[in-house]
């Protein structure tokens, strides 16, 4: 072997220049650092809410009833029980209706039809409609309106119902979709009707991720302050709702607004309190929505 | 039920199968029951549609087309299907044998776009009159997929499904004791009858898919390919089980391995393609049936032969 030849071996195999290696190494690092920021942006924003509202995180705080007066005296026992209320009525609410009509466009509804068209295109844009649309909506027309429900839970719930409806269909008809052919022909082969290939068969593969679609909706619920402004929740409600078609009500995400404008450094606190108490319930349903999906999940 | 994905060879059909007319076609129409030249006089003519079998018939199929939004996929096909027996349907890939035997249960009824023509009668009875409803054709007629399709729930519960919706009275363990039984799969499963089903092995879920089958007591088996998912030893179980099943069933199985039709099939039912020359567009028809004996040492179409003997297809 000669000496010249050894060096163009080499080349052959040394490869990439150092500017793409270099290259090989920035990339990663430039999305690292965006996922830094977005994540160190939570974590400032967790402490600071945290610092602030865990000395105030007490029994009477969550037992207590709101006062513009006396700080240390105010709790949020009104404003949980209103968002407890809503989100168990809108749930009745977008349950049955929800998955009625992922049934119906997945398994009935014939493409070929233009209404059946016309309803899918509207479902996907309604699911992008501003918020403060649907407390326009639930004002004119269950607040007031035809219906004249009042400024109470059920006219709250079924707004923020209609507001996330959407995605409970469109995260159902994917759980429907996942079922496979090859189920539903099995059970027809059988001599099972439609009915109950879907009602014995479908439903209980989707069930699943119709569930995680229900739970991801609530918590996009719960937090939801505008349309409930625009229906009339109450800012300080001094007692809890007796029913749901009377009293008025109140909610965390309201009653986090209220303190938060409020110019007194206490009430602050106790804003930051209440977000500490409305992030518990959001993790404890988003932390449900993984267990069913994990547990429950049909792999096909 | 719109979405019905998983159709091997129909959905390729419905493409390419678009507006065959009745031209070229039309003058093949009885291709079911003609024979080629130099076939002995006996095999001829109606000999050929009714062989020399001593059962009576289960199907008898008259003029038969299938269409998948107007474009053919099945054109004309005639012949009758004997109790008892097993019948097996050979032809490449696209000549229509999975919608034929889809047409004989109503399993066609669920895509919307596909019409039939012509008349199935079954046991004297045409299943596509107006008054007979495709649920009750079901199940009488039981049919096992290409694809092992098990239920995600127990081995019990699937054989339990068929015999529940139907509100089937008596003992329902007995009743998925003996199904599995017929299904030659009790003694691998009857320690584990609660287990999830897809913890079985291929050919045990395809055994299973075929016991479920038989749990609410059709007449005939209807099977398409069931064992082209399947590993040789598994595919074996099934033959064996499908000679025992013979005794009490009429059994329909299309089959790509030809090997598979003349080891089990008594009769057998030669699909072929026929190209539209002016628009292109490709269908089925059958070129013959007959004994599968004779189908395979003797066939009286050219076509046949040149497909038995592997030139084509």
């Known amino acids: ?300 | 039920m719109k979405q019905v994905t998983e159709r091997p060879e129909s959905s390729s059909e419905a493409r390419s199968a678009a507006g065959a007319g009745p031209g070229p076609a039309g003058t093949q129409a009885h291709n079911g029951r003609t024979t080629g030249p130099g076939t002995a006089p006996a095999a001829t003519g109606a000999a050929t549609t009714k062989p020399s079998v001593d059962t009576p018939p289960v199907f008898e199929i008259e003029k038969l087309t299938v269409r998948y939004g107007g474009k053919l996929a099945v054109h004309d096909v005639s012949f009758d299907i004997t109790e008892k027996r097993i019948t097996a349907l050979i032809g490449a890939s696209g000549c229509g044998k999975s919608t034929f035997i889809r047409s004989l249960n109503r399993m066609n009824d669920l895509i919307p776009s596909a019409t039939v023509e012509g008349s199935v009668r079954y046991h004297g009875q045409n299943l596509y009159a107006s008054e007979v409803d495709a649920v009750q054709v079901r199940k009488r007629i039981g049919m096992v997929f290409q694809k092992p399709n098990p239920f995600p729930k127990s081995i019990y519960d699937n054989i339990a499904f068929g015999p529940r919706v139907l509100g089937m009275d008596g003992n329902m363990d007995e009743m998925v004791e003996r199904a599995l039984r017929r299904g030659a799969l009790w003694d691998e499963v009857k320690d584990r009858l609660k287990t999830n089903a897809f913890g079985m092995s291929g050919g045990q879920q395809q055994r299973l898919c075929i016991a479920r089958a038989l749990a609410t007591d059709p007449d005939v088996l209807l099977m398409d390919e069931p064992a082209s998912a399947l590993d040789p030893i598994s595919t074996g179980h099934i033959e064996d089980l499908m000679f025992e099943l013979k005794e009490r069933y009429s059994i329909v199985i299309v089959t790509h391995n030809m090997q598979q039709a003349a080891r089990v099939s008594d009769m057998t039912a030669f699909f072929t393609v026929v190209v539209d020359e002016a628009s292109g567009h490709r269908h089925g028809e059958v070129v013959e049936y007959d004994e599968t004996e004779k189908v395979f040492t003797n066939p009286s179409d050219e076509r046949t032969e040149a497909y038995v003997t592997g030139r084509v297809g």
């Open chain 1, 1 to 300: 072997m000669s000496v010249a030849e050894a060096p163009a071996a080499r080349a052959v195999v040394r490869g990439s220049s150092s500017g793409a290696r270099l290259r090989e190494i920035l990339f990663p690092a430039a999305l690292l650092l965006c996922i830094g920021f977005a994540m160190l942006t939570l974590v400032v924003l967790l402490v600071d809410v945290a610092v602030d509202g865990i000395p105030v995180l007490s029994g009477e705080f969550i037992t207590g009833f709101p006062s513009q007066i006396f700080p240390e005296r105010s709790g949020i026992q009104s404003a949980l029980v209103g968002t407890l209320l809503l989100m168990a009525v809108c749930a009745v609410f977008i349950v049955p209706v929800g998955t009625a009509t992922a049934i119906y466009l997945e398994e009935y509804a014939d493409n070929n039809r233009w209404w059946n068209r016309l309803i899918e295109v509207n479902i996907q844009n309604l699911a992008a409609v501003p918020s403060i649309v649907y407390g326009i909506l639930g004002l004119a027309f269950l607040v007031r309106g035809p219906l004249e429900l009042g400024r109470v839970v059920l006219a709250g719930a079924l707004t923020l119902g209609l507001l996330v409806l959407p995605v409970v269909i469109i995260v159902g008809r994917e759980a429907i979709r996942a079922v496979p052919s090859s189920i539903r022909e099995g059970s027809m082969a059988l001599g099972a009707t439609q009915w109950q290939t879907i009602w014995k068969q479908v439903l209980p593969g989707a069930l699943p991720g119709i569930a995680t679609g229900v739970i991801l909706a609530l918590s996009r619920a719960i937090g939801e302050t505008a349309p409930l402004i625009v229906v009339g929740a109450a800012s300080f409600a001094r007692f809890n709702p007796n029913d749901l078609t009377s009293d008025p009500f109140s909610a965390l995400p309201i009653q986090i607004l209220a303190w938060v404008q409020d110019p007194q450094d206490e009430f602050r606190a106790l804003a930051a309190g209440a977000i500490l108490v409305l992030l518990f319930l959001l993790l404890l349903m988003n932390a449900g929505a993984i267990y069913l999906r994990n547990r429950f999940e049909q792999k096909w």
